[in-house]
């Protein structure tokens, strides 16, 4: 049940902003948008999360549109380390509400 | 904070052999998750515990697989027997409360020959 849909790869210029997508047309009204992103042989790293209003941290800016339908985390200027496979999840904040990765987008910050 | 510690980070095993993965959670998390990532299917959840209590088992591919959580900072999953499909990496989470982020420790690379 794939609630979720993203491109499956991206590249992206080192230095420049990294601008993935995620696409959640049928997301509920209290579910929120999480983002972790995997790096090669280590475990998924959590990024950033919200409801409805925009959210940065000190990795990522994570816009959420109006309707809520969809959503673009921004690595403002990406590095080499960026590179990594990135995974968008919608979830109900509540137990028995678990974290169910899709594929995700494999990023590629190019030199 | 260590974080989400896992050993052994590699095992090596024949068919047949009983496995143990072991999990320690983040200090203060009442919340543990197993999963277990293939290239085939990706990240599946296994099972996860609250308080110490496992809540859904319903990951759990079969009756040889079976995980434990004896106190809050230490938990189990075991293989009995192991066979070669279950060659994947095996992660461990844990959250605090129930908005909370999964922490993930970096996983057990397990081969089964």
């Known amino acids: 049940d794939a609630k979720t849909t993203q491109p499956p790869s991206m590249d992206c210029a080192e230095g420049r902003a990294a601008n993935l997508p995620c696409n959640h047309s049928?997301?509920?009204?209290?579910?929120?948008v999480y983002w972790y992103r995997q790096i090669h042989s280590q475990g998924p790293q959590y990024i950033i999360h919200?409801?409805?209003n925009n959210e940065t941290n000190e990795m990522a800016s994570l816009i959420i549109t109006e309707d809520r339908k969809s959503s673009t985390l921004i690595l403002p200027h990406a590095t080499l380390r960026d590179t990594a496979v990135y995974y968008c999840?919608?979830?109900?904040?509540?137990?028995?509400?678990?974290?169910?990765f899709g594929t995700g987008t494999s990023l590629t910050v190019i030199p | 904070d260590a974080g989400v510690i896992q050993s052994p980070r590699h095992e090596v095993t024949e068919m047949g052999q009983e496995v143990t993965l072991r999990c320690k959670p983040i200090?203060?998390?009442?919340?543990l998750f197993w999963y277990r990532q293939t290239m085939m299917r990706g990240l599946e959840l296994l099972i996860y515990?609250?308080?110490?209590?496992?809540?859904?088992d319903s990951g759990m591919p079969e009756d040889r697989f079976s995980a434990k959580m004896p106190n809050a900072s230490f938990s189990t999953l075991k293989i009995q027997p192991s066979e070669p499909r279950d060659s994947a990496v095996y992660f461990c989470?844990?959250?605090?409360?129930?908005?909370?982020?999964?922490?993930f420790g970096n996983g057990t690379r397990l081969t089964v020959t």
């Open positions: 989470a844990s959250r605090g409360g129930v908005s909370s982020p999964l922490h």
């Open positions: 049928t997301i509920s009204g209290n579910e929120y």
């Open positions: 200090s203060g998390h009442d919340y």
């Open positions: 919200g409801l409805k």
């Open positions: 999840i919608v979830r109900v904040a509540g137990t028995g509400n678990q974290f169910y």
């Open positions: 515990f609250n308080n110490n209590v496992p809540i859904d």
